[in-house]
């Protein structure tokens, strides 16, 4: 049977994870800060909750994905977190992108409850959210990977234990700087043969042709020479993750020359627009120097 | 018929090429600084010559492929060079990686001599030159190309036809700067992962089912996680060719930050050892800060 | 009549403080971490307090200056804390280098329980505590200010208003970056000459005659080009103001290029030692190049 | 008997130069590519020359300070040029900044002819220059610094004797690295505070009274706080040298992290406006992060 599944999180990435959920078949519970990004799931069959808290009273297994660090604590603690509904032997799984400290911190609190806990940050973008097809980093017990793989099996095609708790979060944020500056390093390849009066779509069929190429340049090369965005990762997260993964970097010692750098063109390029734009539209920023 | 080729620089890249041309039935002649290098091609039928004046006396289309800039002038011009000898007519082509202003002198110095001058950077490594599957990165005239296209796919299999001369070299260093920033992105992230405690081989696994996949990382990244290189593309001539596209961003007043950063990062590492190590082997900058 | 004067962090800058203080007649209740650090101060008089509760309970003024935020933290609440002891209408003044963020937090609790609170952040290193030459950063209310303005004047010889709660802390982590990067400009500076074969005392020399002299060369060059450091104010410290003025900068949406960059090298020269270096030690990073 | 003098370049360090060797009795022969420059030279009694071959055959010494490498290789070398001319125990002192390998190069060319050759770059700004307060780097042979001490005591009060050819280059852009990049420093302290809505005064006013204080901050400063910017180092030459100080370091295999991030923000603030601008306006760098 099935487990009763409480789904936190309806934003990019979590509204087509509970879709998902609930086309195969899982009970499921929802909350979310603006309750109107759940409409849709409610009309499918989904019941809402009030809280977190009642969101966590409600089901086996209790899955999270809100945007940053303050979003999660604010979920998970307080009277009406999820913490102080959670069942006894309960299973709490964050898919959020935080520190591998505060994933600890979540798990000495489900520890002291009784209750299980996973880190399970995702890779894979709202397509794979979408198509069923993303990627797990886990970190925390064998044994409870194991409990819940029927349902990772519905979100993703592939999952993959790295540790013990933080070992997700961190390989998750590794694995963002490498996304972040495959980005950067088109868009400064982009910005020299613009510079020198080249089409940048000169440059991609090249790149297209050759070791260059990768996942994510298939998918946002295109709108970066084209300069139509459309937003699937946003600025404001992936320099959030920079932030944090430059924050982790620098309390072990590790030197981040080229993501602390990028960081600083992020945090530039975001504020520089009120939109929420997409972090591949880091491409504009050389157009700033335009003459005046 | 075939028209007759000669051939200077017989480097990593240069020695396969050659002798693809040979296999396929060109008349060669040949030259190199370290005259050694083509015994091997000799004893296969090439003829050598004693300067690239001669090369170029004895030959219809001369191809240079040299490793830096000043080598470059030095076969090209003075009492021995290139432009002492060639033929009227004849067909220069530089597959060197140089800036684009001295691909336009050389392009200068041809057409004085009723001769024409392709600039014909290639990428693909050495893997690709031995298959001949290159990739030209053709600046000049189309006319010109036409000539040369039956040897070019001896050499490569796809050729771009990037603009006049200067944009095959622009878009080149531009491909290049694109390469050494995934390489520098994969370190960044692989030293986060391993001072955090977690073996490499878990972030490799992770990338190579996600969106962070790429050419360059499929074939660098195992011996990045390894630490046992290989030399394909030497970090002297990577360093070099960071330091052309940024000189050239410079004067076009296009900032390249990250890639500015990691010429620095480059620089470390090479003068960190005296072996010809590959450009992956930034991989292991991070282990500099091991307390002492 | 003098006040009663709580002390809160014995380091290297709060010693010489509060023996200032003791010596200009002020009756002084103290606390530390590491007792033994006040042992000097109270055989000077001062009276040893169990917790900063029982400091705060003691007196009419308290002041801390801690290492970071999370021992500020620890010091201000909880049962021990300040604000367990501190009287109605007594005023706490944080010395400590912390974010705005937290110095606003600071604020609204001390108004919570009707007292006032100072930021004041310091400048003028251990050489300005012991002769109370120190500089304070001040922000907070212009009243507050004007009842603490003796106490200030024996510590210090200038301050500034800076606007309300935040404003001080902002400004003197502007000021850290300043100076960490006027250090990591002589730095560069004397790993080029030196690179060249040119002894650092040549590029020391031309430097105080000229206008690249600074307050903070001249007392850190002479130790960067002799390689004999005696710290005064430690790297852990300025790494860490880094973090804070780059973590803000963040949220404020303003690029800090070259302090981000800077920050990663602190980070490298920190965790590659030992030792509790002085941050103009960063002047030794350039050695790490030496070939092996 | 004062030595008849050639002077080369006629700029904003050039013609107050000239102007204090004439006011000081030398006879004076002059060039410059615009010659209206010299105009008023002349009008108080220099001779104009058709070209620098023309100033060194009329000159014992010939002093050259132009704006860049190229603008010096155009007036040293080649039919017209100061080689063509100099007379044999001439002495050609060269002022301008340019790359350690060109002042050998001149000095060797010089040697050939039987001439001597000293490199000179300054460092003290249009205010050193006017008021003869310049400093000189001097690389070259101590017996031609000697013969030419009376002509330097006329432009500056103090001058150092770095070694031979080559070290006085290296100084001199270790001392544009050092100017440069504490200029950067305060233009980052002032972009945090101003993004924090403090006024830039209020940074000032600290930063006048601390350790951070510089001799060229004492200068720049207030221009950059105000926004009223006269341009005395035009941002042009400092981006310039910080290419060559960044292109030696490589050579050398010396990383200057914090000096290439900085030449890539003078690149966009130089690309942005098509104004001649001091190199101190980088401190509006910031202000293009604007939301549109």
Request: aromatic share 6%; hydrophobic share 45%.
């Amino acid at each position: 049977m099935t487990p009763s599944v409480g789904f936190i999180g309806l934003g990019l990435m979590g509204r087509p994870m509970a879709a998902n959920l609930l086309k195969a078949g899982y009970e499921l519970t929802i909350w979310n800060r603006t309750a109107s990004r759940g409409d849709d799931l409610v009309s499918r069959g989904a019941k809402r909750a009030a809280s977190p808290r009642e969101v966590a009273a409600a089901s086996e297994i209790v899955i999270t994905i809100v945007s940053d660090p303050a979003a999660l604590e604010s979920v998970l603690w307080g009277d009406t977190g999820v913490f102080a509904g959670l069942r006894p032997q309960g299973i709490l799984i964050d898919s959020s992108t935080v520190s591998p400290a505060l994933a600890q911190r979540a798990g000495q609190a489900a520890e002291t409850q009784g209750c299980e806990f996973l880190e399970a940050p995702v890779t894979g973008g709202t397509w794979g959210a979408e198509k069923g097809e993303l990627l797990f980093m886990l970190g925390g017990e064998a044994e409870t990977i194991k409990r819940v793989e029927p349902l990772l099996g519905v979100l993703g095609k592939r999952w993959f234990h790295l540790g013990p708790l933080g070992c997700g979060q961190t390989v998750k944020l590794a694995m963002n700087v490498l996304l972040g500056l495959e980005v950067e390093a088109f868009a400064e390849a982009l910005a020299l043969v613009r510079g020198a009066g080249i089409p940048g779509e000169r440059l991609m069929d090249v790149m297209q042709s050759s070791m260059g190429r990768s996942g994510v340049l298939d998918v946002k090369a295109p709108m970066m020479v084209s300069g139509e965005y459309k937003t699937s990762f946003p600025m404001r997260l992936m320099h959030k993750d920079f932030g944090l993964a430059i924050d982790l970097a620098n309390q072990l010692g590790v030197p981040l020359p080229a993501a602390a750098n990028t960081r600083e063109l992020f945090s530039a390029v975001k504020a520089g627009t009120t939109q929420d734009i997409d972090f591949c539209a880091v491409a504009d920023f050389w157009k700033r120097s335009d003459a005046k």
